[in-house]
């Protein structure tokens, strides 16, 4: 199977039954809400073309709670940045689950991702070295990870340091159809914190099967923060259910190596059929995410 075509891209609209939109919002941000504006317009939004990155070094944070498919799309990124080639490095902070560092090579972590003063202390001279080297750089962070946070409170200045030397400060939060999973997004925006860009990725596989996923994230859409965030020039981005994610995870897999049918850690590779499906997931992931294109590492 050839991995060189991407599937040609569609404009996507976010349509949903209000019906299904039920009670008030979930209060998930305390006094974050204070930080939120009103954005006018239609409650269905479009994925939209996202600025031109083109050219720039790029500082990328993935960030989202457990079970919204962070690992699955950070490892995504990672491998089509190594599959061309390009110099990046990779840090996986998440004191939670560092299945990002297990499926990587080359990824770095802290001595004790857990402890705050360590993992500050790490995440400021990592900063500061792909600064000084003009080297790309994406890093995992968990949704109740504080070294962010903590950072940009002593730095308020953070992104504008990194923008004058050329880079890009890109924020991708991924976000099944739970309220609460937007908590990391609110947090960040309560302390204003205005990255060069950010992607909201919507997790299909946190859908119920046989739901609609409009249906199913219907609730995120109406969402103050998530309505802040696309009114302050957030991407929403689907991310496809991969069916085999399973089958390829206990094998150690990278995604393209599972398409070759190659074994990993197990002791046969996939089947035809899973193969395939892992094969069109690649490519529906290259148009879902065409509009940010310019955004990867």
Do not use: C
């Not at 902070?93 to 297990?102: A, I, R």
């Not at 976000?175 to 909201?200: C, K, R, W, Y």
């Not at 897999?253 to 089947?271: I, Y």
């Amino acid at each position: 199977m050839a991995l060189a075509k991407s599937a040609k891209p569609a404009v996507t609209v976010f349509r949903f039954d209000d019906s299904s939109d039920d009670g008030p919002e979930l209060d998930i941000s305390g006094a974050a809400n204070k930080a939120s504006t009103k954005v006018s317009g239609s409650s269905t939004p479009k994925v939209e073309q996202g600025v031109d990155l083109s050219g720039k070094k790029k500082i990328i944070f993935f960030v989202g709670r457990g079970k919204t498919g962070k690992t699955t799309g950070i490892r995504w990124l990672a491998e089509t940045a190594i599959a061309s080639d390009r110099v990046l490095l990779m840090a996986d902070m998440d004191s939670t689950n560092d299945s990002f560092s297990q499926y990587i090579d080359g990824v770095s972590r802290p001595s004790d991702p857990s402890n705050p003063a360590i993992a500050l202390k790490w995440l400021d001279r990592l900063l500061q070295h792909a600064l000084q080297t003009g080297t790309s750089l994406l890093v995992d962070l968990g949704g109740g990870d504080t070294t962010l946070r903590r950072l940009v409170t002593q730095l308020p200045d953070l992104v504008s340091l990194f923008e004058e030397a050329g880079f890009a400060v890109i924020v991708f939060y991924a976000v099944g159809p739970q309220e609460e999973d937007l908590s990391p997004l609110a947090t960040m925006m309560g302390l204003d914190f205005q990255p060069t860009a950010m992607a909201i990725v919507l997790n299909e596989a946190m859908a119920e099967i046989g739901e609609s996923r409009e249906t199913a994230f219907a609730r995120i859409f109406h969402h103050s923060a998530f309505r802040t965030a696309v009114g302050r020039g957030a991407v929403p981005v689907w991310m496809p259910r991969l069916l085999p994610a399973q089958a390829v995870e206990i094998r150690r897999l990278p995604f393209r190596d599972a398409v070759e049918g190659r074994t990993g850690q197990g002791k046969t590779g996939l089947g035809p059929f899973d193969r395939s499906r892992v094969f069109n997931w690649l490519r529906t992931m290259d148009a879902n995410f065409s509009g940010i294109k310019t955004w990867l590492p």
